[in-house]
Every structure is written in C-alpha cells, then in structure tokens.
C-alpha cells in the first residue's frame, strides 16, 4: 500500500514538475539560455489564472470555462511578455558568456517580483473553482483529487506534443537544425532569429502554463517564483539541459524520490533533490540525456 | 631601458603607499563611529559583512568562475559561529568570527577539489546545488531551530562587555576593522604574480596549463579562500543581526551577493564595499519608502551596469591591469 | 653522440573512423631544426598535440631525453622542457603584452607567489629582455586584443621561450601572416632562438619557407610518414610531390 502511494504521489508530483520545468530545458536547449525568470513567468501565468477566473466567476459563466481559460491566461502573458523580453532584452546579449545571460535572467526575475507586486498586490489570490471540477477519485482507503491525475494527463500530452513537434513536424526540425548549429542552419536560409523569438516564446508559454494550472491548487501570492525556479533547475539539471525526455525522466526522478521521503524519511524531503541535484552534476554535467554538447575546448 | 621599467612598474614605492592609503581609509572608517548616527553604523556594518562575502566572489570570478552558491559558505560561517557561542559559551566577537571563518572553510574545502573542475554554468549550478542541500538540512533540522533559525546573545568585545546601545557602536568597529585587513590582503593578492595568473585562466585557461601552472589547484586554493571570507562576512552578520536561519543559504541570498560582484566588477576592493554599502542604503530606505518597488529598481540597475559597464562600477576609478604606454596610442 | 631530445615510436592515434596517427616515428637529436609538412588533416597538428600531451596516443611511446612522456598532461609535459606555441594564438587577450610574459614566467617559476608584485623591476626586465629579441619591447603595455594577427603569433611563440625550452614545437608560425611579412618573421624566430640548444619542430605549408629554416624535413600523409630527409631529398620526392607539394617546377 505504501508503495502504491509513493508512487502515485510520485507521478502526479513529477507530472506538475514536468509542465513547470519543460519550458526552462527548451529554452535552453534552442537558446542556451538559461533563464532564472522562468519562475517569474509561471506566477505571472498564476497570477494572470486568477485574474481571469475571478472574472469568469464574476460574470457567472458556467463552470467548465473556469478550466479551459486556464491555458489562455497562459497564452496571454506569453504573447504579451516574450516578444518583449526576447527581442528588448535577450538579443542584446546573443553570442555573449553564458554566465552574463544567466544574469540578465536574474535582473528581470527582480524586476518581475516587483512589478507582478505592483500588479497584483500582496494578498494572496484562490482560484479553487476549477479544483473541484474533476471530483475525486477513490483507490481504496485513500482519495486523491481528479484534478491532480488531469494534469497527468496534460503533461503526458505536453510532452508527446512537444517531441512530436520537433521531431515529426517541419517546423520542428528546423528548430533542431538550429539547436546543432545555428550558423550553418542560417547560412542554409532558416531565418534563426524567428525561431529564436518562437522557441522563446513557446518556452514562456509554458512556464506560464504551468502556474495556470497550479493557482487552482495552491494560493497566489508572492513568493511563488521564487521556489519553483529552483526546483525546476533541478528536473532540468539531472534529465539534461536541453532535452525533453531528459526533463520527463528528471521529472520522475525527482518526483519520486520527493514522494520516497515524503513518506519514509521527511526530513529529508528538502535536500534530496538537491542531493540528487549535486550528484548528478559531478558525475554526468551534461545530465543524464545531454542532448546538446557542451562546448569542447 | 631604465626609462620603460619606470613606465611598466609601480615598484615598491607606490605599493606601499597604496597600503598605507588603505590603512588610513580604514581609521578614517573607524573613527567615523564616533560621528554618524547608530542606524548608519548598523549599515555600514551589514555593508562590510555583505562586502567581504561579495570579495571571496569577485576573487573567484578573476579566475573565469561565477559561485551562485556563497550561501553555503555565508550560512556555514553564521551558524559556526552562532553554535560556538551557544554551546562553547565563547562570547568574544572576533574568535567568533574567526570560527565562522574557519568553519566555513571546514565544510567547504572537501568540495574544493570537484568544484574546480567544472567552468560557467556547470560550476554555477553545482555551487548552487551545495547551498540549497545546506538550506534544506538546516530547515528540517529542528536542534538548530529549523526554518526559524534561532538567536544568538550579544558577544563581548576583548572581555568588555557592551550595553544594548553600545552594541552597533563595537560591531560597527570590528566588522570595518577585520573587513578592511581582509580586503587589504585582498588588494595584495590581486597585484601578486598568483593574481595575475588568475586572470590570464580566466582569458586563456589552455595557455596557462601549456605554461606550467596548474589551473585547478589555482581554482581549488581560491573558493576555500573565497569560503574563508564567506565565512568571516556569515559570522559578522550573525554578530550584529543576533540572529541566524537558514535563509542564509538560500539561492536568493547567493543571487545578491552576485548581484554585488557584477556591480563592482573585479578589479577594485574598494568598489565591492562601495556596491555593498549602496545595496544597503537602498534596503534601508526600500522597507520605509518603496517596499514594492526597489527589488525592481535593483533588477533595472543590474541590467544596466551589465548593459554599458561591464567592469562593473570599479572600472569607473580603477586603473585596468594592462599597464600604461608611453608611447603608444590611447588605451587605458 | 648524445641521446635524441625526442622520440617518437610507433605513435598511432584514431577519432572513431578518422585515423590521424599511424605508426609515426621520428627521432630527433639536440638543436635540430625540423619542419613537418603535409597537407591539412594529414596527422602533423596531432602529433604535436601528442608530443605535448594535449592527447594520448592509443599506441606507441613518446621519449624526452630518454624519459618517457607519453601518459603527462601539457602542464607536466613543460615543465619537463618541451615549449609550444599555435595555430591560433592562445594569448590572455584582456591582459597586456608585457602582462602576457609575466605570467609565462610566474607560470613557469612553480607556485605563483600570493604576496610578491606581479609587477617587479627584475620580473619586468626579464620580460621585456625576451620581447626585445622579437622586436615586440615597443608593444609591451598594449592590450593584446588590440594587436594584428602577425604580433600575436610572435607574442605567442615569445611566451613559449619563457621557460627555456629545450624542445620547442611550432604549429604554423606564419600562418595568417601577409606574404611579405613571412621571412622577417620566421629571422626573428631564428635568431631569437640561435643562441640556444634548442631543437625546433615547426609545421608549415610554404615550402620557402621549409627550404631557407629547417635541416630536416619530414612529410605526413593520412596519418603516416611518407618521407623523412633533407629538404631538397623530400621536395624532390614523388610522393610528396603528389600528396603534398604538387608538382614543382625546376626553377
């Protein structure tokens, strides 16, 4: 019994972390940037939820709509922010230090704390309505909320949909034309920049996405970038930067081993990914499906 | 050839001038105490202890590395120093301090050797993976006061006791005292042969291998004395907050302290004091004036010093390593 | 007869498919000059990579002085006495060039010292004493990124002569060097190091220039020695003449 547990608390934690992070690996893995503001936008995408809900609510529209604008709130603020954010504050800085672009990402995960402040306000949001829509689901004596196991669903769809894109679709594999080697996929006629811009966007897309579907489950309020950014490091550091299925099996990892001391050790709850975070590092850097070399001397 | 040594070198002369400069910096410091108002001395006590932390950074990003970890060093040095006083029943600040020191380098110098073999963001991530399995043991770990941390009893200073008045007054001196000596060094070592070979890794890490010197000894030596400096700034911070908890090795405590190293850049001991004494104006009056907005006006001011100073604000005063011609054209 | 500074036997090295290395052999007596020719790909910056110890070669032993070098890495491999410079510059571009030499030499000392000036009178005379004999004492404070292609690989094989050598290997001295510019520079070269034991392996690709500097040549092709001799031996041979070369002209 204890092992069925852990490991349906395990898949639907990795499911959450694996809508969270894919987002960061992908726009690493096209941009080889790795963007601390990812967090900032998953809030802004809760943020954006609530807003929408609330007025879904407000204006007394059936239930069902509560969850379908999810994705839209999420849609929203990537369309508005990442043209914005790539083309103002990314591309000034193409072709520089990795470590410099990791930096910028810091100054404007500082900026967007603030101004999702000013924004919203302090006071936590809640969004439960689309919670409880998908009732519960009972596996003997415990229950678990359907919601949790929709979103199983969604990242199992995400992930198919965004392997089937890059690797089945033209558009795709111009996109891992560029992952390889953008000068030559530019001298080949591909306009790099444009994916550059729709990676990105995509990217944003889904971290947005995955604070839509977590305010449902969780209140909004500041502070809520500041974990998730962390632990979706650490999905994407152990899967891999830059790879999808890297990020899905990282994903499981971490979901796992989280579920594992959950219930068996919980003090070491925090540390363990971390742990595995730290190890994975020193004895595959590149992750445990490094997808794009690192750069050779 | 007389005339180009003179060109080329500084000598003796100056460097002892410039010592000299520095040690008079640090009275003048001092005796600022007896003028400036007890909130202005409590911030320039977090500016030194944050500033010393900054230097062990910017030490290392002079051999081509960035640590988004020194929470890990800054939480080891606090809490060192926080258990020595609890359960060793020591009270003087500076053998406090010390032991903050030295207790960071304890648990940092066995990663010394692993972590100098990784560059860029690998050597980013995995400083900042230490940090955050120090923050997770330190939250779950209830004897230490788990997420709340706990609170430390005023230190004592050379067997003096001090009043609760007093208290930012003594602090302010030794926190200035000790960071000014330890950023003396720090102005020795950058001018040293080592320091210079720390910047050619940083250009050229090949070359400097083909040249005879090991680069990852050179990296190793300096994070355990970059820990050693987290440490001491842990220890002084703990001091004068009375207080520890794991947020001190959180990534966002580890962001500002690279936040302060971009800003100074790595060329001047000074500025990183600078950088960390503005942070600290800008926090004091942030809490009063505009506590929903000065989070952003630190992202928009690190954007532009990355954007159009990319020494950092040190380069505004500071002299860059290439010497200066004579004969040649403008360069600095 | 005193023992070759160098030799190689029987090196062989391969990347998956790609063999860049077999069987290469090459013994090399003190003070020679010696330059390797072959078209690109054809093994000649290999083999300095495994003389130095940038790679390990999958077969075959590498001697300096009669000990046996093949498993050092480059850092082990100079302090032993082997110097290299390279096809690109490898230079601190942000630092200047005087600073350049003095972390040659602060290199070159053992441990760096935490608490002596990087900048001395003696250290800066020392350098500045080497840039003279290459006519680069005029650029010493000068930026490097700020310098042409041509002082660059000057800076670059200056640095090399820091910790004097007694082997020195050249990849493509003159490689990126205006046509004009070649013969000064490869004069520098000769006489910034005529005054020392010094054997040099340089690679190069103008037979001119291969003529005029080296006694021996020896010819790569795929990965093989395909002629080993005086100058005038291997330009004559039918070999490099196909493989390398082409066919010249009698002047």
């Known amino acids: ?297 | 050839m007389d005339d180009t040594v003179h060109r080329h070198a500084p000598g003796r002369a100056p460097a002892r001038r410039q010592l000299a400069a520095g040690v008079a910096a640090i009275l003048v410091l001092m005796g600022c105490a007896f003028v400036l108002p007890r909130w202005l001395l409590f911030v320039g006590t977090m500016a030194a202890s944050h500033g010393v932390v900054t230097l062990g950074i910017v030490l290392m990003m002079r051999g081509g590395v960035v640590s988004f970890g020194q929470g890990l060093v800054f939480a080891a040095g606090g809490y060192a120093a926080a258990l020595a006083g609890m359960y060793w029943g020591l009270s003087d600040a500076l053998l406090l301090v010390a032991i903050g020191g030295i207790g960071a380098v304890v648990i940092a110098a066995p990663f010394a050797p692993l972590l100098s073999r990784y560059r860029g963001i690998f050597f980013a991530m995995l400083t900042l993976a230490l940090s955050m399995v120090l923050y997770g043991i330190l939250v779950k770990t209830t004897a230490l006061g788990g997420s709340d941390g706990f609170n430390l009893s005023r230190p004592t200073f050379f067997g003096i006791g001090v009043e609760a008045d007093q208290g930012n007054f003594a602090m302010y001196l030794l926190a200035v005292a000790v960071t000014g000596l330890l950023g003396l060094a720090a102005r020795v070592y950058f001018d040293s042969t080592r320091g210079l070979v720390a910047l050619a890794v940083r250009e050229n890490e090949l070359r400097v291998e083909y040249l005879g010197a090991s680069v990852r000894r050179l990296l190793a030596t300096d994070y355990i004395i970059a820990a050693f400096l987290g440490g001491v700034g842990g220890a002084l911070t703990v001091l004068a907050l009375g207080h520890v908890e794991p947020n001190f090795s959180y990534w966002t405590t580890s962001g500002e302290f690279v936040f302060l190293a971009i800003l100074a850049g790595h060329h001047s001991v000074a500025a990183v004091f600078v950088a960390a004494l503005l942070l600290e104006l800008v926090r004091s009056f942030s809490a009063l004036y505009f506590p929903n907005t000065w989070q952003l006006a630190l992202g928009l001011f690190l954007l532009v010093v990355i954007r159009f100073l990319p020494m950092g604000i040190g380069s505004l005063w500071s002299r860059r390593p290439a010497a200066r011609p004579a004969s040649t054209g403008p360069t600095a | 007869m005193t023992a070759p500074i160098l030799e190689a036997r029987s090196l062989s090295k391969s990347f998956g498919a790609v063999v860049a290395a077999t069987d290469v052999s090459i013994d090399v007596p003190q003070g020679q000059r010696v330059s390797l020719i072959g078209s690109n790909g054809a093994g000649k910056t290999t083999f300095v990579n495994m003389v130095t110890g940038y790679l390990k070669p999958d077969a075959g032993q590498i001697l300096l002085d009669g000990r046996d070098i093949t498993r050092l890495s480059p850092r082990q491999v100079t302090r032993l006495g082997v110097a290299r410079s390279f096809q690109i510059p490898q230079l601190a571009a942000e630092l200047s060039v005087l600073d350049n030499m003095l972390v040659a030499a602060a290199c070159n000392a053992g441990a760096p010292s935490f608490l002596r000036p990087a900048r001395t009178p003696e250290a800066i005379d020392a350098a500045l004493a080497i840039l003279e004999r290459f006519d680069l004492a005029g650029h010493a404070g000068r930026p490097v990124r700020e310098l042409p292609g041509g002082v660059r690989k000057l800076l670059d094989i200056a640095m090399a002569l820091v910790g004097k050598p007694r082997l020195l290997l050249l990849d493509e001295p003159t490689s990126g060097v205006s046509v004009d510019e070649k013969f000064p520079m490869m004069d520098t070269i000769a006489s910034a190091i005529a005054d020392a034991e010094i054997a040099v392996l340089f690679v190069e690709h103008d037979m001119d220039i291969v003529t005029r500097y080296s006694d021996r040549v020896v010819a790569f092709y795929s990965g093989r020695i395909i002629a080993d001799d005086r100058p005038e031996a291997v330009l004559a041979d039918e070999q490099v003449q196909l493989y390398v070369t082409g066919r010249r002209k009698h002047a």
């Open chain 1, 1 to 297: 019994m204890l092992a069925l547990t852990i490991l349906i608390d395990g898949i639907t934690y990795a499911a959450w972390l694996f809508i969270v992070a894919v987002g960061l690996t992908l726009v690493f893995g096209v941009l080889r940037i790795l963007n601390i503001a990812h967090g900032s936008f998953y809030a802004l995408g809760a943020y954006a939820a609530a807003s929408f809900v609330g007025w879904l609510v407000g204006a007394d529209m059936p239930e069902w709509t509560t969850v379908a604008i999810l994705p839209v709130a999420a849609l929203a603020v990537a369309a508005v922010l990442a043209p914005l954010t790539e083309r103002l504050l990314l591309r000034p800085f193409y072709g520089r230090d990795e470590v410099l672009l990791v930096l910028v990402t810091y100054a404007l995960f500082l900026a967007l704390e603030d101004i999702t402040k000013l924004v919203w306000g302090t006071t936590p949001y809640y969004v439960f309505e689309p919670y409880s829509l998908f009732g519960n689901i009972d596996f003997g004596p415990l229950t678990y909320v359907g919601y949790d196991f929709a979103l199983v669903l969604v990242a199992v769809l995400c992930g198919i949909g965004v392997w089937w894109g890059l690797n089945r679709m033209r558009t795709g594999k111009i996109v891992l034309a560029v992952i390889h080697n953008a000068e030559i996929a530019s001298s080949m006629g591909v306009n790099v920049s444009r994916i550059y811009t729709g990676a990105f966007l995509f990217g944003i897309f889904l971290a947005a996405l995955g604070g839509a579907l977590t305010a449902p489950m969780v209140s909004v309020q500041p502070g809520l970038s500041v974990g998730v950014i962390i632990i979706s490091f650490a999905v994407v550091i152990i899967g891999g930067l830059g790879s999808i299925e890297g990020a899905a099996i990282g994903a499981l990892i971490v979901g796992i081993a989280r579920a594992l001391a959950v219930h068996t050790w919980p003090a070491a709850e925090l540390f363990s990914i971390y742990i595995a975070m730290a190890v994975v590092l020193m004895f595959r850097p590149e992750g445990l499906f490094q997808r794009i070399q690192a750069r050779k001397i």
